[in-house]
Each structure stands twice: as C-alpha cells, then as structure tokens.
C-alpha cells in the first residue's frame, strides 16, 4: 500500500503554490505569512485578530490531481504551538467547500494521522449536510487556525502524505 508524498519541506523546496489567506477578505484584521525556514520546514505563522468580526488565518497549496488509490488516510509531519488547527482537502480547487478535519497540538514535533473519512464537508465555518469525504482525488490542501481567540500562532510543517 506504501504512502503518496503531496509535499516534502526541504532547504530547496518551491512554495510558490502555498498562499495565505486571512480574514481580511472579508474585512478582518488577521496577517498569516508563510516561508521556509533554515532548517528546511513550512513556517506557517501570523496573529489571528477578531477586530471587524475576523478571526482565521489559512495556508492553502493547490496541486495537480492526485489520486487516493487505497489510500485511507492523510499524515503530516508538524510542530505546532500547543493550539488546535483544522486541517482541510479539496477534491476540485474550484469547489466552494473543504473537507475539514480539526487537530490539536503539543509544542513537540508530532505525526498527524487523520483518517479520511473523518473529514466533514464546511463551508465558511458550517457543516454542509452531505457525506464525509469519500473522493477518489484531492487538488488541494490547507492548514487553518480559527479558535475565536486573539492569538499569535505558529506551525512548522514538515512533510504530508496519504497513508
């Protein structure tokens, strides 16, 4: 069954697919940044502001389709800073919903296993009332903190794969 790599960080990695997006378009106060690190990590970062009814910041990588192929879940490699994180796939970019899955973290490096069928359909913070996810491929995927709190944040990322 093995793993399908999505995104490996290393020194020499090309991020230009990765793009923050914060509440700002939709009037918010939020500021996400996104950059590698010298180690090589995903550095996704910022402060989540909940001035003019804002409070999220993303980072999303669109990607050409990749297939599940019996795969069953999706891992990642990240440390975060002690605050939970949705995770979030998308069978077409185009679609208007993500699937969303939320994760907590330690502080300590963790791997992330999350199966995919845990993942909820959501659409600008609401549970859609259709299926879990069950998709055959995936064209996007991103990080996301939203927890209704003024907070500074920040997750290094280091690899994701389907399992």
């Known amino acids: 069954m093995g793993t399908k790599l999505i995104f490996d960080f290393t020194t020499q990695s090309d ?38 009814n804002g409070g999220f910041s993303s980072v999303k990588y669109k990607f050409p389709r990749i297939l599940i ?29 993500s699937y969303i899955s939320l994760f907590s973290t330690t502080g300590d490096w963790q791997e992330i296993e999350i199966p ?18 069950s998709e055959q491929h995936i064209e996007e995927i991103s990080f996301l903190i939203s927890n209704k709190n003024e907070e500074n944040f ?8 389907l399992k």
């Open 69 to 97: 192929e019996n795969k069953s879940k999706i891992s990642f490699k990240i440390k975060g800073d002690g605050k939970d994180y949705q995770f979030r796939i998308k069978e077409n970019s185009a679609d208007r919903h």
């Open 15 to 52: 991020i230009k697919n990765w793009n923050v997006i914060d509440d700002i378009v939709m009037g918010g106060k939020s500021s996400g940044s996104f950059k590698l690190n010298t180690d090589g990590y995903g550095v996704f970062k910022g402060n989540v502001s909940l001035e003019n």
């Open 154 to 161: 920040e997750l290094l990322i280091e690899k994701i794969e």
């Open 116 to 133: 995919l069928n845990n993942f909820h359909p959501s659409f600008r913070g609401k549970k859609l009332d259709i299926p879990t996810f």
